[in-house]
T-cell receptor, first 113, second 112 residues
Framework: NAGVTQTPKFQVLKTGQSMTLQCAQD?????MYWYRQDPGMGLRLIYY???????DKGEVPNGYNVSRLNKREFSLRLESAAPSQTSVYFC????????????FGQGTRLTVV | DAKTTQPPSMDCAEGRAANLPCNHS???????VYWYRQIHSQGPQYIIH???NNETNEMASLIITEDRKSSTLILPHATLRDTAVYYC?????????????FGAGTRLFVKA
């Protein structure tokens, strides 16, 4: 069972470069989320998509954009990477935003130098 | 969503029960208590949730005080693989989903 799949698993960027983090889920979930986790800290919500065609800002959206490409896929884009965006990024999904349980991917470890 | 307070770290001997406390004194009537854990480098994993009654599943038990201002997650027979960060989260069932910040959690060390 694939669940939530994130690509890539690791990435090193130079300051100012752009990239897109990909996330796909095969559980037919309506809601998807992007979080970042900095060393020794919990997860902070960047953006979420309650359903296909909608996206909303989370707690720390600055410097990021998202696209809900279809029901399965939710991508996170860094237009001009900064060292402050060095972090581990997690994608998650749930049946609805009010669901009991969210399922998380394995994370993308991003380093911006 | 109500805030939660957890100790930063705890130790537990392998085979013994691990009792992880969480304070949520500002919890409101329609908010549930959720527990997730994150094993090193992996994505968080759901453990259990409850409203006011004690809950048990194959992973753990959740004890919520009568006034609902605190709760305890119990891992009845901790193993080395239970070493992880445990997050206590309080949120309403229909209040915008997992927008709650996962705080620092409690880092549980299970020792042989």
């Amino acid at each position: 069972n694939a669940g939530v799949t994130q690509t890539p698993k690791f990435q090193v960027l130079k300051t100012g470069q752009s990239m897109t983090l990909q996330c796909a889920q095969d559980m037919n979930h309506n809601s998807m989320y992007w979080y970042r986790q900095d060393p020794g800290m919990g997860l902070r919500l960047i953006y979420y998509s309650a359903s296909e065609g909608t996206t909303d800002k989370g707690e720390v959206p600055n410097g990021y954009n998202v696209s809900r490409l279809n029901k399965r896929e939710f991508s996170l884009r860094l237009e001009s990477a900064a060292p402050s965006q060095t972090s581990v990024y997690f994608c998650a999904s749930s049946t609805e935003t009010g669901a009991t349980e969210a399922f998380f991917g394995q994370g993308t470890r991003l380093t911006v130098v | 969503d109500a805030k939660t307070t957890q100790p930063p770290s705890m130790d537990c001997a392998e085979g013994r029960a691990a009792n992880l406390p969480c304070n949520h004194s500002t919890i409101s009537g329609n908010e549930y208590v959720y527990w997730y854990r994150q094993i090193h480098s992996q994505g968080p994993q759901y453990i259990i949730h409850g409203l006011k009654n004690n809950e048990t599943n194959e992973m753990a038990s959740l004890i919520i005080t009568e006034d609902r201002k605190s709760s305890t997650l119990i891992l009845p027979h901790a193993t080395l693989r239970d070493t992880a960060v445990y997050y206590c989260i309080v949120r309403g069932l229909n209040t915008g989903g997992f927008k709650t910040i996962f705080g620092a959690g409690t880092r549980l060390f299970v020792k042989a």
